[in-house]
């Protein structure tokens, strides 16, 4: 799946670079020489079917254990800036490109995943944009902050953890500083909602199989729809019915919209505003075709 979701942007625009939020191998091994040929195979695959620079951030699946976590940085982690928290160097950092900070979060450190272990450096990071002069602030991360079919924070799926720890002051903090948006993966959809004032995009779908959206939405023939049938999706944004968990916004999310596809997102960075368009493809569109099913203003 991820040499068609590489060919396409490859072909569809001469893009900068490509961000991806983590998850990079199935992970689930917990033998070294696995993980290490999982990665290089990772590696195959990208070089094989883009040309472009590629920048990552490591997910649950990525750091099972601590010597997966050191081949991570083995593979991707020398070729970023070294300008993380001592102990999350080349894990967590930071850079700038055409007026905007791209903040980059490792929210998976083995032993102590699901959360910004170093909320003082990220604020210090972001009050830095502001100072100098950056336009917008992107943050990139694995774990969503608010989940969309995990169920509860302690309920996601092989009992790992759905959503961060600490999501409020996370969420504070990047409505302090107003950062545009928050990327990230861990669930196997497509789902952007804006939750008092930032927004939040989940990108999770550009190999694993695809995970169905929350069952407890007022619309579920909805939800099942989707799997088929992009545009039953759109009803979503009528409300998360999501009462029995205080983690999930269901009276913040007007803006929300999701779908259980296969999908990559391109973002135009421009002075006045963040472009964002969402490609997808049906699971059972064979050849896989994807076309343009989303796209929002940033300003």
Same mark, same amino acid.
């Given at each position: 799946?991820?040499?068609?979701?590489?060919? @396409?942007?490859?072909?569809?625009?001469?893009?900068?670079?490509?961000?991806?939020?983590?998850?990079?191998?199935?992970?689930?091994?917990?033998?070294?020489?696995?993980? #290490?040929? =999982?990665?290089?195979?990772?590696?195959?695959?990208?070089?094989?079917?883009?040309?472009?620079?590629?920048?990552?951030?490591?997910?649950?699946?990525?750091?099972? &254990?601590?010597?997966? !976590? $050191? *081949?991570?940085?083995?593979?991707?982690?020398?070729?970023?800036?070294?300008?993380?928290?001592?102990?999350?160097?080349? *894990?967590?950092?930071?850079?700038?490109?055409?007026?905007?900070?791209?903040?980059?979060?490792?929210?998976?450190?083995?032993?102590?995943?699901?959360?910004?272990?170093?909320?003082?450096?990220? $604020?210090?990071?972001?009050?830095? =944009?502001?100072?100098?002069? @950056? /336009?917008?602030?992107?943050?990139?991360?694995?774990?969503?902050?608010?989940?969309?079919?995990?169920?509860?924070? $302690?309920?996601?799926?092989?009992?790992?953890? +759905?959503?961060?720890?600490?999501?409020?002051?996370?969420?504070? *903090?990047?409505? &302090?500083?107003?950062?545009? %948006?928050?990327?990230?993966?861990?669930?196997?959809?497509? #789902?952007?909602?804006?939750? &008092?004032?930032?927004?939040?995009?989940? #990108?999770?779908?550009?190999? +694993?199989?695809? &995970?169905?959206?929350?069952?407890?939405?007022?619309?579920?023939?909805? =939800?099942?729809?989707?799997?088929? /049938?992009?545009?039953?999706?759109?009803?979503?944004?009528?409300?998360?019915? =999501?009462?029995?968990?205080?983690?999930?916004?269901?009276?913040?999310?007007?803006?929300?919209?999701?779908?259980?596809?296969? @999908?990559?997102?391109?973002?135009?960075?421009?002075? %006045?505003?963040?472009?964002?368009?969402?490609?997808? +493809?049906? !699971?059972?569109?064979?050849?896989?075709?994807? $076309?343009?099913?989303? !796209?929002?203003?940033?300003?």
């Amino acid at each position: 799946m991820l040499g068609p979701v590489m060919d @396409n942007i490859q072909k569809q625009v001469n893009s900068a670079f490509t961000v991806f939020v983590g998850d990079l191998i199935h992970g689930s091994y917990l033998d070294s020489g696995l993980v #290490a040929r =999982a990665m290089a195979q990772w590696q195959d695959v990208i070089s094989t079917h883009y040309s472009g620079a590629v920048v990552t951030i490591p997910g649950n699946h990525d750091a099972k &254990t601590k010597k997966s !976590q $050191e *081949l991570y940085k083995k593979f991707f982690g020398t070729a970023v800036p070294q300008n993380g928290p001592e102990d999350e160097k080349g *894990l967590t950092y930071y850079f700038d490109f055409k007026g905007c900070r791209f903040v980059m979060l490792d929210t998976n450190v083995h032993g102590d995943s699901g959360k910004v272990r170093h909320i003082d450096w990220l $604020e210090k990071v972001l009050k830095s =944009a502001r100072e100098q002069g @950056n /336009n917008h602030i992107l943050v990139f991360g694995h774990v969503p902050a608010w989940p969309v079919i995990g169920g509860s924070k $302690e309920g996601g799926e092989d009992g790992e953890k +759905a959503g961060m720890e600490g999501t409020d002051k996370f969420w504070e *903090l990047l409505k &302090t500083y107003g950062v545009s %948006a928050y990327f990230c993966g861990h669930e196997h959809v497509y #789902a952007r909602a804006k939750v &008092t004032g930032v927004w939040q995009v989940i #990108a999770g779908g550009a190999g +694993a199989p695809l &995970t169905m959206m929350r069952k407890d939405y007022k619309d579920a023939t909805a =939800a099942i729809r989707s799997r088929t /049938n992009h545009p039953g999706a759109k009803t979503y944004n009528v409300s998360l019915a =999501a009462a029995d968990d205080p983690h999930i916004p269901s009276d913040k999310a007007s803006h929300l919209f999701g779908d259980s596809i296969y @999908n990559y997102v391109m973002v135009d960075v421009s002075p %006045a505003k963040i472009r964002v368009r969402m490609y997808g +493809a049906k !699971q059972n569109d064979s050849p896989m075709k994807f $076309e343009l099913m989303d !796209q929002f203003d940033i300003r």
